[in-house]
T-cell receptor, first 111, second 114 residues
Framework: EDKVVQSPLSLVVHEGDTVTLNCSYE??????LLWYKQEKKAPTFLFML????IEKKSGRLSSILDKKELFSILNITATQTGDSAVYLC???????????FGKGTKLTVNP | GAGVSQSPSNKVTEKGKDVELRCDPI?????LYWYRQRLGQGLEFLIY????????KSGLPSDRFSAERTGESVSTLTIQRTQQEDSAVYLC????????????FGAGTRLSVL
């Protein structure tokens, strides 16, 4: 069965801390891995990773994929209260249009 | 439109009633997806449309669930004879085409079945 596992399930930090969120996967015919940020409403797209070892970066957020070890990490540096959200990891498979999602990591950043 | 629009944002219904949830995708997006998110869980795939056809209905949990799409635009997800276990947030997403994995999500419909 295809599965995506995220850890930790929840995390509480103070503003200014750096956090690392983990996503491991076991899927057939891997195509790409996507990260989304979900606040109270719509999940918003952050990154799509297809190739191993190439870091994607956007401001304080960065992500990298390891296709050999079947995992990805999402780093957030100098966290702010606005980073508080559930971060979702999803995998796209070749020949399938749906995304397989993990349960998410709930990040709380306290002032 | 600017983004994926879903309505209603909240729906409270009594057990046994039928409900219709609506999704208006981003203009020009040919692929449309429905997911269900139960409390504390990840997103569960329900159904996908390419144009007006639904090649993959494998995620629909029972025959009480159905969906249609018209004009390669608006989609409706219908749940008949609702049960309490149907309570969840129903999310709709669209993408440029089925070959593009980046899906853009609406804010969801929170369904509560009493």
């Amino acid at each position: 069965e295809d599965k995506v596992v995220q850890s930790p399930l929840s995390l509480v930090v103070h503003e200014g801390d750096t956090v690392t969120l983990n996503c491991s996967y076991e899927v057939t015919n891997f195509r790409s891995l996507l990260w989304y940020k979900q606040e109270k409403k719509a999940p918003t797209f952050l990154f799509m990773l297809t190739s191993s070892g190439i870091e994607k970066k956007s401001g304080r957020l960065s992500s990298i994929l390891d296709k050999k070890e079947l995992f990805s990490i999402l780093n957030i540096t100098a966290t702010q209260t606005g980073d508080s959200a559930v971060y979702l990891c999803a995998v796209a498979q070749g020949g399938s249009e749906k995304l397989v999602f993990g349960k998410g990591t709930k990040l709380t950043v306290n002032p | 439109g600017a983004g994926v629009s879903q309505s209603p944002s909240n729906k409270v219904t009594e057990k046994g009633k039928d409900v219709e949830l609506r999704c208006d995708p981003i203009s020009g997006h040919t692929a449309l997806y429905w997911y269900r998110q139960r409390l504390g869980q990840g997103l569960e795939f329900l159904i996908y449309f390419q144009g007006n056809s639904a090649p993959d209905k494998s995620g629909l949990p029972s025959d009480r669930f159905s969906a249609e799409r018209t004009g390669e635009s608006v989609s409706t997800l219908t749940i008949q004879r609702t049960q309490q276990e149907d309570s969840a947030v129903y999310l709709c997403a669209s993408s440029l085409s089925w070959t593009n994995p980046i899906q853009y999500f609406g804010a969801g419909t929170r369904l509560s079945v009493l």
